[in-house]
């Protein structure tokens, strides 16, 4: 199993067409979610050294987007093949102790992923019932992040996990 630069499988790399176009979107979206959070601690700082009191929940605005930006961030991250690897030990393994070693780490995010799922769904309808003190935002809408995120990152690893098991068995041609 050949390595592209980013040390994942070449034949693993992230799929291109409609899904790459997607999770490149989620990437810009991500950073938009950033800006915005740098944009409203900023004005807090500024506010704060000019001697005014800050605007009711603009400390809310960073912390609950923090949430959604993790999520979309992952996911985004997970596509591109950029998230967390420990490389160095999987490439040690031959061809199919790698495929081995990609599928028992992808089914173990999955599976993770999906009991995140599995949680969200008594979480996220309990917290509509909260509110944020100074948004007065419903509070699912930032748990919802969760489940949306995990969706989003499941998809990717389900596919690396695809290849890889078609990796371990490969065709005779």
Known sequence: MALNAGGQPADLAPAGGMWGRFYDGLGYLAGLILAIMAGAVFLQVLL???????????????????????????????????????????????????????????????????????????????AQFQTSAGLGLPLGYVYAAVPVGSVLIILPMARVLFLALRDLWPKHS
Do not use: C, Q
């Open 48 to 126: 704060r050294y000019a001697g005014w009191t800050a605007f009711d929940g603009l400390d809310e605005v960073p912390r609950y987007l923090f949430v959604w930006l993790v999520m979309l961030g992952a996911a985004a991250a997970m596509h591109r093949g950029e998230h967390t690897l420990l490389g160095y030990f999987r490439d040690r393994f031959g061809r199919r102790g790698r495929a081995l070693a990609i599928i028992a780490t992808n089914a173990a995010g999955i599976a993770l992923f999906a009991y995140f799922i599995k949680l969200s769904f008594i979480l996220v309808p309990n």
